[in-house]
């Protein structure tokens, strides 16, 4: 053979086992050269290069049970919204709550959102937000006169309350748009004119965890069962935020017995019939409940009455109070609904089903053994006593 066509197969073949040595040893290097890759790059644009054409064309993945991937018509939705209030300051968290929501119950529901605030949301956030579902999504203002602390409030008093309670370190104590929010969130929201046209709600919070796949309509739960308020975290509230509010709740109840339901949940509330309130309460951070109801004389009245005493203002009434109580007098027991199988968190705490078939049903991400529910500090015990479980 001639010394130079020689020298050429020898050169090759040292870069052809290079090649190949180097492609097993760096993996990178490996996937830049392969064959199929080089060949692809010739292939003529597929059908996988316009994002439209891909979703029609294509196959949906099988999970390994039964997801049955489907979209109820209007007739077979609730006349049900998600409602957010928030902050613009809230969208990061707002995106990560409505996406997790989104993920685990309402890409298959496409239930509507209405997002509620004081002032108007900004155009960056109505963009982030828009981009996050199918769903519809409506922005609300809230008026005016339902958010600021009213003229009547004597303010010279009300700045005495925040400071006393600043001074004890009560949570938010020196706060007045906490109050505003508490005091919205118990007499107003379900006023707002965008929320008009629903039944039911499902208020979700910035920042709060959806755990488990929720495989069914808990909005079509609530309607079927005849439900009207619904929880996953029952707790005590802090006393001194709400020092006079049960003296108020007693004279109400005299002015009023026509509103109190017959088979109520006082004895939850309270453990000696109705003399003093043990603090427990639904956290109203997860609720799904009926708008008619608060909506209803019983409700409209018992707000009116507390409002009036000023205590939203003087001290630091919670809505979650104001709703848990209202809930427990003026519904029957069997109206209110513990919701086991809806994994939530709202920090500092996690609700993760009881039932180990929920649990794994539901694709849970949260421990069990780290659930609120039998904390020292929750009154679920009491809820599960009462209920007779
Ligand atoms: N638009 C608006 N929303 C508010 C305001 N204050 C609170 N919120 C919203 O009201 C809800 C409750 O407020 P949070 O600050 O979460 O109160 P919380 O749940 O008691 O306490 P943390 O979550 O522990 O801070 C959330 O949905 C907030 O985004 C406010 O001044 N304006
Ligand atoms: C899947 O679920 C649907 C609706 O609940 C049911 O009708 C169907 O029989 C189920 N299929 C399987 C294979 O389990
Ligand atoms: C939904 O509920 C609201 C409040 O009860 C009611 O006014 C409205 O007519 C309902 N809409 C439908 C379509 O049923
Ligand atoms: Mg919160």
Known sequence: MHTSARY??????????????????????????SLSILTSKFAPAAADSDPAAERLLGTPVQGTGNETVFSPTDDERANATFVI?????????TIQSLREIEDRFN??????????NEEEFTEEFK?????????????????????????????????AGREAMEKKNIIYGGSVS?????????GFFFKHPLLQKYRWYWRIEPDVHFHCDINYDPFKFMEKNKKVYSFT????????????????????????PEYIAKDNSLGFMSNNGGDSYNLCHFWSNFEIADL????????????DYLDAQGGFYYERWGDAPVHSIAAGLFASRDQIQFFDDIGYEHSPYTHCPQSSGAWAAGRCSCDQARSFDYDGYSCMRKWDDFMGK
């Open 178 to 186: 906490y109050r505003n929010m508490c005091r919205f969130n118990s």
């Open 292 to 303: 008619d109801f608060w909506r209803a004389p019983a409700y409209t009245a018992f707000f």
């Open 8 to 33: 050429i197969i020898v050169v090759c073949t040292i870069i052809v086992s290079l090649h190949y040595i180097i492609s097993f040893t760096h993996e990178s290097y490996g996937r830049a050269t």
């Open 127 to 159: 963009k982030r937000i828009s981009v996050l579902t199918p769903a519809k999504i409506e922005f609300g203002v809230i008026p005016r006169e339902h958010w600021y602390q009213p003229d009547w409030i004597d303010e010279d008093k009300a700045k």
């Open 85 to 93: 209030l928030c902050r613009n300051s809230d969208l990061g968290g």
């Open 107 to 116: 890409r298959r529901y496409r239930y509507p959102y209405v997002l509620l």
């Open 233 to 256: 975290i029952t707790m005590y509230e802090y006393e001194a935020t709400i020092p006079t509010m049960w003296g108020h709740v007693k004279d109400f109840v005299k002015l009023h």
